[in-house]
């Protein structure tokens, strides 16, 4: 008798607010079962056999799934590694997740894995790559996958395009859709002084498919001060002004709590996804009384 389970139809993923699902929380949940409209996980944490796979298998088919990958390397010169895409296709068709996603980014070279997520020059040359990973994954997936933007410490000279306009160049080119990092965003525009607010807007609203939140912390580093994208701390109050903003421009999507490091309890997650959803339906009532005006 086979250990995979036959997989249940993906369930959608309501435009609710969600967690990030980490192995310290994994019998948490199977216990408990509590009130989480929807899950996200790495996959590359579920490709080989175990109680991990398992245990997902058997949430999944009471919540809403993401598989969030972090290791195709969209961005890498070195093209997408075969074995690696095809055992992201077995974890699709194994946990049938309602999204997929990936980042903007390289973490391979010279064959050499990086352990990182590396940005990349925007460039004309670069979008012509990245296009081509893109339409190739998403040919071999037989689905859209969202694309992430990414949280940068620096910036290439030789940089041609903005960064939303070169994912918003992105979608129109493979049709994919685009995952927006709020919090990655609010720690890019402090980096660099780039303007927030006009990031959000420079996005195609119909590509936007979710958005994260997470913490960041601040070091100092080079007689400046820097903002990292820690994903171990609360959402700051900056972060969830500049999350009502892109409500207001892309309406209710599904919003998912990131906390990958000092991983708190479960119910500090399921709060701060409380606090996404009370946002959520604020933003829906907005919207309602402006039909109605």
């Known amino acids: 008798m086979s250990a995979v389970m ?24 199977r216990e408990a079962r509590p009130d989480i409209a929807w899950l996200e996980v790495h996959p590359e944490n579920y490709m080989g056999g175990g109680v991990a796979p398992r245990a997902l298998e058997t949430l999944r088919a009471d919540y809403p799934l993401s598989l969030h990958g972090v290791g195709l390397s969209l961005g890498s010169a070195d093209g997408i590694d075969d074995a690696h895409l095809d055992r992201l296709a077995a974890a699709v068709e194994r946990f049938a997740p309602a999204l997929v996603s990936e980042h903007l980014a390289f ?85 660099h002084g780039w303007d927030a607010l006009a990031y959000l807007r420079a996005l195609p609203r119909a590509a936007v498919g979710e958005i994260h939140l997470a913490g960041h912390s601040r070091i100092e580093a080079g007689g400046a001060s820097v903002l990292l994208d820690a994903h171990g701390s609360h959402v700051c109050a900056e972060v969830w002004a500049l999350y009502d903003a892109a409500l207001a421009l892309f309406g209710p999507v599904p919003t998912l709590i990131e906390w990958d490091n000092d991983i708190p309890p479960l119910a500090t997650l399921i709060e701060e996804a409380a606090r996404a959803d009370a946002r959520l339906i604020a933003g829906r009532r907005r919207d309602a009384d402006a039909r109605a005006a």
């Open 6 to 29: 036959d997989p249940v139809p993906a369930l959608p993923i309501p435009p609710r607010g969600g967690i990030g699902l980490r192995f310290p929380h994994h019998r948490a949940m």
């Open 107 to 191: 973490s391979v070279a010279d064959n050499v894995f990086l352990a990182d997520l590396l940005p990349l020059p925007l460039t004309e040359e670069s979008l012509t790559i990245v296009s081509a990973h893109v339409d190739r994954v998403q040919s071999r997936l037989k689905r859209r996958i969202l694309v992430e933007n990414p949280s940068t410490y620096l910036q290439f000279t030789h940089s041609t395009i903005a960064e939303p306009d070169f994912l918003a160049a992105l979608a129109a080119r493979t049709g994919c859709g685009l995952l927006v990092d709020v919090n990655n965003i609010f720690v890019s525009a402090s980096n």
